[in-house]
């Protein structure tokens, strides 16, 4: 069945309650009169509660109310905030220099307001030192404290050691931060033309320095760091 309303002379009922175009009340009228009324403003009449007896009709541009309807429909799309798990692999005994590169990219994940799934991984017989990787994640959670809290606590899972880290500042904070330093840079590199191309040449080696410790850190797969 199509969700689109009837409007004009595709209902089918011997009278509305309609509307008029400014919201105000006209009053139950025969269908003919309220389709003459319709092509007197040079609107549409549209069925806008079917299940009513009888039926509510509101004059208006149909046209223009899709539009509308759509545009709205289009930013609170753009607008919506989609709750994502990252996930971030360590071994125990991980060496400082790793951790410290996937500490960063926690701390990343946390200012784009995801929560962060951390797993430490046991083998052979680290599997008999929990207490390791119990002492790793409390140090993790205690190093980003500023931008996340521990939502699920430490626990074995098999092999693996699993923590899950909640972002202080919601996804649609961020969202916003995001969008206001973009027009902010924007604005920057408009008034400093100059300027803006020595940075965006400095932001772009940046990336592409980062690019392969960033894809492997947001795959599920990665290879773990050894120590």
């Known amino acids: 069945m199509s969700a689109e309303p009837r409007i004009n002379d595709r209902i089918r009922v011997p009278e509305v309650r309609l509307v008029g175009p400014s919201g105000e009340q006209v009053g139950i009228v025969p269908l003919a009169k309220a389709l003459e009324l319709a092509q007197e403003y040079d609107l549409d009449l549209v069925e806008v509660a079917a299940t009513a007896r009888p039926p509510v009709c509101k004059l208006m541009d149909y046209g223009k109310f899709k539009y509308e309807s759509a545009m709205k429909a289009r930013e609170a ?22 951790y410290d590169t996937k500490k960063g990219h926690v701390v990343r994940f946390l200012k784009q307001g995801d929560k962060v799934k951390i797993t430490i991984m046991f083998r052979g017989r680290e599997q008999s030192r929990p207490e390791l990787g119990y002492r790793l994640l409390q140090r993790l ?87």
Not at 188 to 196: F, I, T, V, W
């Open 77 to 98: 799309r753009k607008n919506q905030a989609h709750t994502v798990i990252k996930e971030m692999k360590l071994r125990p005994k991980i060496d400082p220099h790793d």
């Open 141 to 227: 959670a205690n190093d980003v404290e500023d931008l996340g809290f521990i939502e699920s606590n430490p626990k074995q899972d098999g092999r693996n050691m699993i923590m899950v880290l909640g972002p202080h500042k919601k996804k649609t904070e961020a969202m916003a931060e995001a969008r206001e330093a973009q027009a902010a840079r924007k604005a920057d590199a408009k008034a400093n033309p100059g300027k803006s191309q020595n940075v965006a040449e400095d932001q772009a080696s940046e990336d592409d320095a980062q690019a392969p410790a960033e894809a492997s850190a947001e795959t599920p797969a990665e290879a773990p760091a050894e120590a």
